[in-house]
């Protein structure tokens, strides 16, 4: 089967801020990322204007691929928990559910232990929240719906629109 597109619903979408908003609080940080793997933002929570998210979400999944290159150089899958640790400020980001990247960044209020344990449980209900949305994708490519305005459109619609 091929990889279906994954698309966003708002239902799904209001799930994932309510987990990444609880996680804000519950590990006293000051702003969340959620970031796909080719480096695009899906949303942040927090302090997000203080930051330029476009370069932020595409240095992490960056960040991501270079340490998976790691891995693999040693025999690991994955590192799936990446943690910087700054003079004021601290970035903990990990993989959640093998496809999107979690950023958490915090400071001295907080503590990577508090945020380790949070991020944990945070993590396994944003996978199952990504895994009914692939269940979702999956279903609609099966039964050829699509959830894309422009699907049906071909190279040579655009080339007759333009000639």
């Not at 302090?47 to 370069?55: A, G, K, M």
């Not at 590192?79 to 915090?106: A, T």
């Amino acid at each position: 089967m091929s990889n279906p597109q994954m698309v966003m619903y708002d239902e799904e979408f209001k799930q994932i801020n309510a987990v990444i908003e609880k996680l804000l609080k519950e590990a006293n940080s000051k702003v969340i990322f959620l970031v796909d793997k080719n480096g695009q933002l899906i949303t942040g929570v927090g302090e997000t204007e203080r930051f330029d998210t476009t370069s932020l979400a595409s240095l992490t999944a960056g960040n991501i691929a270079a340490t998976g290159g790691l891995a693999k150089l040693i025999g690991e899958k994955e590192f799936s928990i990446l943690f910087h640790e700054g003079e004021k400020d601290n970035l903990h980001i990990s993989i959640v559910g093998g496809r999107v990247i979690l950023v958490v960044l915090f400071d001295n209020r907080s503590s990577l232990g508090l945020v380790r344990l949070r991020v944990k449980k945070a993590s396994e209900e944003l996978t199952t929240i990504f895994g009914r949305l692939m269940q979702k994708a999956e279903e609609k490519e099966k039964s050829g719906e699509t959830d894309f305005p422009f699907a049906e459109i071909t190279d040579d619609d655009i080339d007759n629109l333009f000639s």
